[in-house]
């Protein structure tokens, strides 16, 4: 897939896994490496500098968490930024509504008949019957390549090649399938002026009201395809991008990261010419894929739960010792954020989760983010020794924080409630000999 970028990247890896020292000269040399195999991919030159260099920094600047080597570390910071430059999470189709109704828009040649086929596939293995609508009067062996398309597949199709009118067959295909869940619609991809092509897919916009566009795009174009992604947007809004071929192309690389600059989400890919060729475009999955990382979650994974450990571990020892200030408190909070209720976290000491989490279990989301913002105006000094926070400090944190002064002694209030449980239980845990966290 996508020409030699696998292969170059997947070597590039092997090698910085090789390396007996990683220090800022083999760095850069793997840097090096993963730009020249992304230019060559047709990946925008200032995105390839704009990633190389916050590798290149995260790379130099970030201290490895507790339990990886600088050699994972790094390899996390590629597959991260890498991550990032083709968009975030897999979107996928969520079909919400009934009738689901998907506008397929596409140049002629893109690909477009061939992954609408491949869509009706993906959702009959899902569970759902969509059907087709043809309003593609401008290429005449358009219906007869969906009629063949679909016919094997068992999905039912509305056309008719006599009818030259696009918005005519849309509104009958609308109103013949109203009670289908998925309805999708195929639309011509070529007239005699772009102009044109781009009019019509506004006036099938208008008619249709499509729950989702989706554009069609062919990989092999390179980074032009964010041109393209821009110009179709103008007429309709592209709710997301299909791009095909990417099946040994040698720019597919520079088509994935130049639509994803645009913000449009890539929702699937194209990997072949036949049906089953294509799939849920996940970021994370086909990069740690494409860098030959198979075990790259896991790895990301390790260090993430350590860098939880490390923050538990200091905000325990403190407790335990009845020294617990704002900052840990803080730190508590971060905690409930990744790890859900602070039970969790308190369910390392034995037997000692029930107090608090009465206590916690009266914070609200948004509470916690009022004292967050509250914290964020105070000092490390007031943080670490919380005591000396009297009514002058209390005026000016309200005022930084744009709150009221009753909230932040409210703040200071459930600091102390807090405080005063920890000792508790720390005297508790320590008749028992420890915590488990302390074991
Ligand atoms: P349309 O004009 O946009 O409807 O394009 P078609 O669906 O007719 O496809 C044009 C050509 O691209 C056909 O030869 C398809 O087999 C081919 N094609 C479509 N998707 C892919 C893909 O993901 N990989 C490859 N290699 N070929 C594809």
């Known amino acids: 897939m996508l020409g030699n ?44 500098l704009d990633l190389s260099k916050k590798i290149e920094e995260r790379a130099l600047e970030e201290e490895p968490p507790k339990g990886i080597t600088p050699r994972e570390h790094v390899i996390t910071i590629i597959y991260e930024e890498m991550v990032n430059l083709l968009g975030s999470e897999a979107a996928g189709l969520d079909i919400n509504e009934r009738p689901y109704k998907i506008l397929f828009l596409g140049l002629q040649g893109s690909g477009k008949t061939t992954t609408i086929g491949k869509l009706c596939r993906y959702l009959q293995k899902k569970g759902f019957n969509p059907a087709v609508v043809c309003t593609d009067t401008w290429r005449p062996a358009a219906y007869e390549q969906l009629r063949q398309l679909t016919e094997e597949m068992d999905v039912p199709l509305y056309g008719d090649p006599n009818n030259k009118d696009a918005l005519d067959l849309a509104e009958k295909g609308l109103k013949e399938f109203k009670n289908r869940k998925v309805i999708i619609f195929d639309t011509a991809g070529r007239h005699k002026e772009e102009s044109d092509l781009i009019a019509e897919m506004d006036q099938l916009d208008d008619i249709i009201n499509p729950t989702e566009a989706i554009l069609v795009i062919d990989g092999t174009i390179g980074q032009q395809a964010g041109e393209q992604a821009r110009a179709f947007s103008q007429a309709t809004d592209i709710g997301s991008i299909i791009i095909t071929k990417l099946d040994g192309s040698a720019k597919g690389g520079g088509a994935m990261s130049a639509v994803a600059e645009t913000g449009a989400p890539i929702k699937f890919i194209g990997t072949g010419e036949r049906i089953d060729d294509f799939e849920l475009f996940d970021p994370e999955r086909f990069i740690s894929r494409l860098l030959g990382m198979g075990d790259i979650k896991s790895l990301i994974e390790k260090a993430e739960e350590n860098i939880d450990e490390d923050i538990a571990e200091k905000t325990m020892n403190n407790m335990l010792k009845g020294k617990f200030t704002l900052v840990d408190m803080k730190n508590q909070f971060e905690m409930m954020n990744k790890m859900g209720p602070m039970q969790q976290v308190l369910n390392m000491i034995p037997g000692m989760g029930n107090k608090i989490s009465k206590e916690a279990s009266k914070m609200t989301e948004d509470k916690i983010e009022l004292y967050k913002i509250m914290m964020s105006s105070m000092t490390q000094e007031e ?13 000016r944190i309200a005022r930084g924080a744009g709150v009221e002064e009753s909230e932040v002694k409210d ?22 000999g420890g915590g488990a966290m302390n074991r």
Request: aromatic share 2%; charged share 30%; glycine share 8%.
């Open 383 to 395: 943080m670490e020794n919380p005591k000396i926070i009297k009514q002058s400090r209390v005026q």
């Open 5 to 48: 970028l696998g292969e170059n990247l997947t070597n590039t890896m092997k090698k910085l896994v090789g390396m007996s020292v990683i220090d800022k000269k083999t760095i850069k040399e793997v840097v090096k490496d993963i730009q020249r195999a992304l230019i060559q991919s047709d990946v925008n030159i200032a995105l390839v």
């Open 411 to 432: 703040l200071l209030k459930y600091y102390n409630n807090t405080k005063k449980t920890m000792k508790g239980i720390g005297k508790r845990g320590g008749r028992l």
